[in-house]
């Protein structure tokens, strides 16, 4: 298996600003003309994006040396030189920013969208127009333009979950966690506080990318939580994209079979109310359980008339898993672009 790709050092490379330029306008009854040059245009900017589309750091494949766009030269008739074009470097939430020459800290990116420049291209020469006076009324010389700043950084990715396991306490979250992802020896290795969620590694399968698995421990009803939420947990599920409602379907009441989900979605709107957004599979745990006489098919119906998409397993014996599997997939299906 191929390991996590979840860190890279690279070295980014800001654009040079160009150098002012030296010239003269040359006109009647001026016999050295007077001093035009333009200045030089600034060096593009190395930037880190987030991109909501990437969920690893897996797209920087082999690439290493980053580098954005000159400034160019400053130009005859007071012309300013073009600046150079910035790079944009697209990363996924929960990129880690450190310099690499220091080891130090520099950005933590946990917002969709958030930029952070990581090296600010050099400023453009100025032109000789700039260096008259009095005593100079044709200077020969220009400004050189400053340097683009040049940074080794190292990137990593924090792990944080794309599928949140929500469920009532004993639902079977953490069996079925398990039994749907592989290795956890990387994630294992990364320090987490008590309360971290537990988290799993689904794939990497075939082209698909690997995807973190997550159980929200307790759910948000803050039983064992309460207020002790840690910031990681919420970090979890600011990254979220996909939730799966684990529910006993032997603790199911036929007569209100809806009644434990319902539950469960009135509780994550009370505790944040743009949870409801996200796109949501029901998983129906516990099928091992059943009693003979237990109305199996009508309870289905009733979340499939719901409109949810509902799945039947047992995360003990591992049956259902595989359809279950493919609905997570389909979900991260976008595949991100290679820089
Ligand atoms: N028979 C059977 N038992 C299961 C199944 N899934 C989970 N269990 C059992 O149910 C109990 C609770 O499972 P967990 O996976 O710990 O449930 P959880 O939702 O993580 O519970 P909390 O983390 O305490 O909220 C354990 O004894 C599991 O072995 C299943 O599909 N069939
Ligand atoms: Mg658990």
Known sequence: ?????????????AGNGGPGSVSFLRARFQPRGRPDGGDGGAGGD?????????RTLSHFRGRRVFAAENGRR???QDRHGKNGASLTIPVPLGTRVFDNDTGRFLKDLMTPGERFVLAKGGRGGKGNAHFTSSRMRSPRFSQPGEPGRERLIHLELQILADVGLMGAPNAG???LLKAMTASRARVGAFPFTTLTPQLGVMGPEADREPLILAEIPGLIVGAHLGK?????????????????????????????????LNMLEEEMRAFDPSLLDK?????????????????????????????WRVFTVSAAIGEGLAPLREAIWAEFAVKPEPI
């Open 1 to 13: 298996m191929k390991s996590f790709p979840d860190e890279v050092d690279i070295t980014v490379r």
């Open 46 to 54: 190395i930037i880190l994006e987030v991109s909501p589309n990437l």
């Open 74 to 76: 400053g130009q005859s």
């Open 173 to 175: 979250k953490t069996t």
């Open 228 to 260: 002790g939420l840690g910031h990681r947990f919420l970090r979890h599920l600011t990254r979220t994209r996909l939730l799966i409602q684990v529910i006993d379907l032997s603790q199911v009441d036929p007569a209100d079979p809806l009644g434990p």
């Open 279 to 307: 796109p949501r599979l029901v998983a129906l745990n516990k099928i091992d359980l059943l009693a003979p006489d237990f109305p199996r098919d009508r309870v289905i119906r009733a979340y499939a008339e719901a409109g």
